[in-house]
């Protein structure tokens, strides 16, 4: 069955539950970070991120220096906005994040937290020169510890 809508009216609001945003965010890997700039207004930045449910915590990997690194130093509110492959549904997980120490030993903590939120490298000297790598970009970790998770979207039926 189709559905046939009036001119200028579409499906209405879906309210997922917050375990229907949840499994939103675990089945993507890119969403986009909104930080606060200096000016009061929302700089959003496009992340890879990893989901913990059980945690309750987005983890991101960026390089010291960046925008939403240093935005966050200077208010550690956020959000992450996650869509759907069709754009009818949407999750956002807000709290506050803190952002780790920069790497700066190949398999220092930072480097071992990033290492984690990567594929297994089939080549073990991949893994030595990813932790290298972190090191040299001045890699860290943003955790945002979300306490408030919901989702949104159309309810086509």
């Known amino acids: ?21 949840s499994r939103l965010l675990s089945a993507h890997s890119l969403g986009a970070l909104a930080t606060v700039n200096r000016a009061g207004h929302p700089h959003l930045s496009t ?68 290492l984690a939120m990567q594929a297994p490298f089939d080549d073990p000297g991949d893994e030595a020169a990813f932790l290298r790598n972190m090191v040299e970009d001045r ?3 943003i955790r945002l510890r979300v306490d408030r998770l919901y989702g949104g979207g159309l309810d086509v039926g």
């Not at 046939?4 to 309210?15: L, N, Q, T, W």
């Not at 690194?69 to 549904?89: I, T």
């Open 47 to 114: 992340v890879a991120y990893a989901w913990d449910p059980a945690e309750r915590v987005v983890r991101i990997g960026s390089a010291a220096g960046r925008a939403k690194v240093r935005q966050l130093a200077n208010n550690p509110r956020a959000s992450l906005y996650v869509s759907s492959e069709d754009h009818l549904a949407f999750a956002v997980a807000e709290g506050v994040a803190e952002v780790s120490p920069v790497s700066t030993v190949p398999g220092d903590e930072t480097g071992r937290a990033l």
């Open 139 to 141: 890699r860290v970790v």
């Open 1 to 21: 069955m189709t559905t046939v809508y009036e001119p200028g009216r579409g499906p209405g609001p879906a309210r997922p539950t917050e375990e229907a945003s």
